[in-house]
């Protein structure tokens, strides 16, 4: 007897479980396949000595009043997920061993880097000038309207920068936000999407993380659409996604089992979908082509530390150790086999959102920077000591009170996520933003991608739950009404 639905979803990351939902509370019959034995892709949650780790270090830049709670109000289920806004205290900056308020402000006072000794008159002026560009830039970022964003988003944002300021502090500081938003250069990156990103996140001023750890989120997704009567298939390996006739008819599993459907969705990758769970011959070469030239986010690494104490507040810090004019400390040494001198990035404790993911006064720490792909373990493990040294410079306080810590690595994405272990998907660059980007719509008819590799904007998890709320419309339109 062959299973028959409506659609059918392969991959159970944020993208995947959204539209499921979405559309198992239309009425549709769904069925959801993913080959892992947790969902959510990159947005999981798994346990290690008594601890509940995410995979990747995550802050979610509006919360529920950005695309993830949009989508549970899209499902009549608003208050599915519980999240905790990142204040109290308010996230911040530590530039240079120098802790202040992470916030536009903050930023534009410490123009003009670091310098030794006396500080000259055109230096002071400088400075002066500095603080007035950067000021200048982040105020335009923040009231500039859609129709000027919109004629942005094929203009590089170092590009966009430099129109303010040649002071390189600023483009670290710009660099900062936009590795935190998309894992993208800011050579590449679009300006347009960095401006609209910050907007949303600066004025919702909901950045929050969910109780129960970043698995929250796609566990929420999936019991909607359990009660909306769609079914979950974990562990669920997929041999190939069937098209006859230029048509999409079905999902094959390596289990030998067959599920049809005239809708097959794809949260696997556009990459793999397109060269790997269908086959090149199915599509025009012309596509095949742009699919295999598309250019992927960048990749990270994160050490997950486990104190016996609680011994900071802070929900988040974002860490810059060295000025502009030692930059070079930052880059990785040997070809990017070694560790940087000094490793900067993203600091959370999830522990401070919600302490159950600890036992009782214990305490976690995530600290995220990027790194090479393709290293060997004990490369990796290198990295994973500098990182480490660096948090205990960032956060000394931990320093004695360290029970363990394990380091994550693009390896361990990747087995969760594939896509070489690329931190969020198809990169926002300018190349791939906006019109640019990858349609969820490809040339086989009633095959869709779904996620960060087509169509949506936001950052991270929110960009793969637009992708769901833009493919539903899609849907939608293309669904003729009786």
Same mark, same amino acid.
């Given at each position: 007897?062959?299973?028959?639905?409506?659609?059918?979803?392969?991959?159970?990351?944020?993208?995947?479980?959204?539209?499921?939902?979405?559309?198992?509370?239309?009425?549709?019959?769904?069925?959801?396949?993913?080959?892992?034995?947790?969902?959510?892709?990159?947005?999981?949650?798994?346990?290690?000595?008594?601890?509940?780790?995410?995979?990747?270090?995550?802050?979610?830049?509006?919360?529920?009043?950005?695309?993830?709670?949009?989508?549970?109000?899209?499902?009549?289920?608003?208050?599915?997920?519980?999240?905790?806004?990142?204040?109290?205290?308010?996230?911040?900056?530590?530039?240079?061993?120098?802790?202040?308020?992470?916030?536009?402000?903050?930023?534009?006072?410490?123009?003009?880097?670091?310098?030794?000794?006396?500080?000259?008159?055109?230096?002071?002026?400088?400075?002066?000038?500095?603080?007035?560009?950067?000021?200048?830039?982040?105020?335009?970022?923040?009231?500039?309207?859609?129709?000027?964003?919109?004629?942005?988003?094929?203009?590089?944002?170092?590009?966009?920068?430099?129109?303010?300021? #040649?002071?390189?502090?600023?483009?670290?500081?710009?660099? @900062?936000?936009?590795?935190? /938003?998309?894992? !993208? $250069?800011?050579? +590449? &990156?679009?300006?347009?999407?960095?401006?609209?990103?910050?907007?949303?996140?600066?004025?919702?001023?909901?950045?929050?993380?969910?109780?129960?750890?970043?698995?929250?989120?796609?566990?929420?997704?999936?019991?909607?659409?359990?009660?909306?009567?769609?079914?979950?298939?974990?562990?669920?390996?997929?041999?190939?996604?069937?098209?006859?006739?230029?048509?999409?008819?079905?999902?094959?599993?390596?289990?030998?089992?067959?599920?049809?459907?005239?809708?097959?969705?794809?949260?696997?990758?556009?990459?793999?979908?397109?060269?790997?769970?269908?086959?090149?011959?199915?599509?025009?070469?012309?596509?095949?082509?742009?699919?295999?030239?598309?250019?992927?986010?960048?990749?990270?690494?994160?050490? #997950?530390?486990?104190?016996?104490?609680?011994?900071?507040? @802070?929900?988040?810090?974002? /860490?810059?150790? !060295? $000025?502009?004019? +030692? &930059?070079?400390?930052?880059?990785?040494?040997?070809?990017?086999?070694?560790?940087?001198?000094?490793?900067?990035?993203?600091?959370?404790?999830?522990?401070?959102?919600?302490?159950?993911?600890?036992?009782?006064?214990?305490?976690?720490?995530?600290?995220?920077?990027?790194?090479?792909?393709?290293?060997?373990?004990?490369?990796?493990?290198?990295?994973?000591?500098?990182?480490?040294?660096?948090?205990?410079?960032?956060?000394?306080?931990?320093?004695?009170?360290?029970?363990?810590?394990?380091?994550?690595?693009?390896?361990?994405?990747?087995?969760?996520?594939?896509?070489?272990?690329?931190?969020?998907?198809?990169?926002?660059?300018?190349?791939?933003?906006?019109?640019?980007?990858?349609?969820?719509?490809?040339?086989?008819?009633?095959?869709?991608?779904?996620?960060?590799?087509?169509?949506?904007?936001?950052?991270?998890?929110?960009?793969? &739950?637009?992708?769901?709320?833009?493919?539903?419309?899609?849907?939608?339109?293309?669904?003729?009404?009786?």
């Amino acid at each position: 007897m062959i299973n028959k639905f409506d659609a059918l979803i392969v991959g159970g990351g944020v993208g995947g479980c959204a539209i499921g939902a979405l559309l198992a509370h239309q009425g549709l019959k769904v069925k959801l396949f993913d080959k892992n034995n947790i969902i959510g892709g990159r947005c999981t949650t798994y346990e290690y000595e008594g601890f509940h780790i995410d995979l990747g270090v995550h802050l979610f830049g509006v919360g529920e009043n950005g695309y993830l709670g949009d989508v549970c109000q899209m499902v009549g289920m608003p208050d599915a997920i519980k999240w905790v806004i990142a204040r109290n205290p308010r996230p911040i900056m530590n530039y240079c061993g120098e802790r202040k308020i992470y916030s536009r402000d903050s930023m534009s006072g410490m123009m003009g880097g670091k310098k030794e000794g006396e500080i000259k008159k055109e230096d002071s002026e400088k400075k002066k000038e500095g603080k007035e560009a950067a000021r200048k830039f982040w105020s335009d970022c923040m009231d500039m309207p859609m129709g000027q964003i919109e004629e942005l988003y094929y203009t590089k944002l170092s590009n966009f920068v430099s129109r303010y300021s #040649k002071d390189p502090t600023l483009l670290m500081f710009a660099t @900062q936000i936009c590795m935190q /938003y998309f894992c !993208v $250069s800011p050579f +590449e &990156a679009s300006s347009g999407e960095f401006i609209r990103c910050f907007q949303q996140v600066t004025r919702a001023k909901s950045s929050a993380y969910p109780i129960g750890g970043c698995i929250a989120i796609p566990k929420a997704y999936v019991n909607a659409m359990e009660k909306y009567g769609g079914e979950i298939q974990m562990n669920a390996k997929i041999s190939k996604i069937v098209v006859e006739d230029g048509q999409a008819k079905g999902v094959e599993l390596k289990d030998g089992s067959y599920h049809e459907s005239d809708i097959i969705i794809s949260n696997a990758d556009i990459q793999n979908t397109v060269l790997n769970l269908i086959g090149e011959k199915y599509f025009p070469a012309e596509y095949v082509q742009q699919v295999k030239k598309l250019k992927y986010a960048t990749h990270c690494m994160a050490i #997950k530390v486990a104190l016996d104490e609680i011994v900071t507040d @802070q929900k988040l810090i974002m /860490y810059i150790p !060295v $000025s502009f004019q +030692e &930059a070079g400390k930052l880059m990785p040494r040997k070809g990017g086999l070694e560790p940087p001198e000094k490793i900067g990035g993203m600091i959370t404790s999830p522990t401070n959102f919600d302490p159950h993911l600890a036992p009782k006064g214990k305490q976690l720490i995530f600290f995220g920077s990027g790194c090479k792909p393709g290293l060997t373990q004990k490369e990796y493990e290198r990295w994973g000591e500098a990182c480490m040294d660096s948090l205990l410079e960032c956060l000394p306080e931990a320093k004695g009170h360290v029970m363990w810590y394990r380091t994550d690595t693009p390896t361990l994405v990747d087995q969760y996520a594939g896509e070489g272990g690329n931190i969020i998907g198809v990169g926002q660059t300018v190349k791939q933003i906006h019109e640019r980007r990858p349609s969820q719509i490809t040339p086989i008819k009633g095959l869709y991608i779904v996620g960060a590799e087509a169509g949506g904007h936001g950052i991270g998890t929110e960009l793969a &739950a637009n992708s769901a709320m833009e493919l539903l419309e899609i849907l939608e339109k293309s669904t003729p009404t009786s």
